[in-house]
């Protein structure tokens, strides 16, 4: 059975399916002595080279992932390694015997909240493409008299420097103190372009000056997850996920105990050396979110 070069790449959690296109593209993989080209395809017996290093049959065809949520703090970066030396949200995950974790999607430095991370570069691919339609739920404090016209034209859209955008929903939340400047909001969109959130509310004339993602499709943040830990997602969160992309379910293995031993070593480590984060106070989070009203 052969199967594209860069899905089996991908699924190996060799990199996102762009990425490999793009290492493709640049002669970087070989399959039976032969560079590679978009369109090549590959089969148990094949033997391939990326970027110098031999990839192993059984990975290529591995039919298994791991999905992690993963509560990113303000002030680490999405990167891989950051040339600034800032911290990155890698630096906290467990090393795996097999494949690389890849991030559904980012968030800037100073946005906190989830990050779902997997080895499987294809379900990452299709979580993050706008075709797709996977939503992504965020808690937002905005500064300024927001009105409902305010929110109306937020969700009927506005025009970006990058083309067209809206929230697909805002909600004030119920929590919140009308009479305050700083007011909190959940807000809900199909995209995750670069500072979006942000910019669509600037577009109204307001200042974000905290932002949290919440949610990633059906995976919620949970309540009980620290900054700068992650948590495994079981069979079922897994399942759910993928039906959402229409991938294939496949079994989810648990990492061992020395992985997660290595975690907690690591995590001390980084805990020891960084300086403690400052959080605004922030109203509960569990009513009248967006995914609450029909979602």
């Known amino acids: 059975m052969s199967e594209r070069l860069q899905k089996a790449l991908a699924r190996a959690g060799y990199g996102s399916r762009r990425m490999l296109e793009t290492a493709i593209t640049e002669?970087?993989?070989?399959?039976?002595?032969?560079?590679?080209?978009?369109?090549?395809?590959?089969?148990?017996?094949?033997?391939?080279?990326?970027?110098?290093?031999?990839?192993?049959?059984?990975?290529?065809?591995?039919?298994?992932?791991?999905?992690?949520?993963?509560?990113?703090?303000?002030?680490?970066?999405?990167?891989?390694?950051?040339?600034?030396?800032?911290?990155?949200?890698f630096d906290r995950l467990p090393k795996i015997a097999q494949g690389r974790w890849i991030a559904v999607g980012r968030l800037d430095i100073n946005t906190s909240g989830l990050i779902v991370l997997t080895t499987d570069g294809e379900l990452a691919n299709r979580l993050m493409h706008p075709s797709n339609e996977v939503d992504r739920e965020y808690l937002v404090r905005v500064h300024g008299d927001v009105r409902e016209e305010h929110m109306k034209q937020l969700v009927e859209g506005v025009i970006l420097d990058d083309g067209p955008a809206r929230f697909t929903d805002v909600v004030r939340h119920p929590e919140a103190d009308l009479d305050r400047r700083n007011q909190w909001f959940y807000?809900?969109?199909?995209?995750?372009?670069?500072?979006?959130?942000?910019?669509?509310?600037?577009?109204?004339?307001?200042?974000?000056?905290?932002?949290?993602?919440?949610?990633?499709?059906?995976?919620?943040?949970?309540?009980?997850?620290?900054?700068?830990?992650?948590v495994e997602l079981g069979q079922k969160e897994v399942d759910d996920l993928v039906k959402l992309v229409d991938l294939p379910t496949?079994?989810?293995?648990?990492?061992?105990?020395?992985?997660?031993?290595?975690?907690?070593?690591r995590l001390s480590k980084k805990a020891s050396s960084r300086r403690p984060q400052t959080s605004a106070k922030k109203p509960a989070t569990s009513r009248g979110r967006p995914s609450d009203r029909g979602r």
């Not at 995750?192 to 905290?210: A, I, K, P, Y």
């Open 250 to 265: 496949l079994p989810v293995p648990k990492m061992t105990p020395q992985e997660l031993k290595d975690v907690r070593r």
């Open 27 to 89: 002669g970087r993989v070989s399959v039976n002595g032969a560079i590679a080209v978009l369109g090549t395809k590959v089969e148990k017996d094949d033997k391939v080279i990326f970027d110098g290093k031999p990839v192993p049959a059984e990975k290529l065809f591995e039919q298994a992932r791991l999905v992690i949520a993963y509560h990113k703090p303000e002030g680490e970066v999405c990167t891989r390694s950051d040339p600034e030396g800032r911290p990155t949200i």
């Open 187 to 230: 807000v809900a969109l199909m995209e995750g372009r670069n500072r979006e959130v942000r910019r669509l509310w600037e577009s109204q004339g307001f200042q974000v000056n905290r932002l949290k993602r919440v949610r990633y499709g059906c995976i919620f943040l949970p309540s009980f997850l620290k900054q700068g830990h992650f």
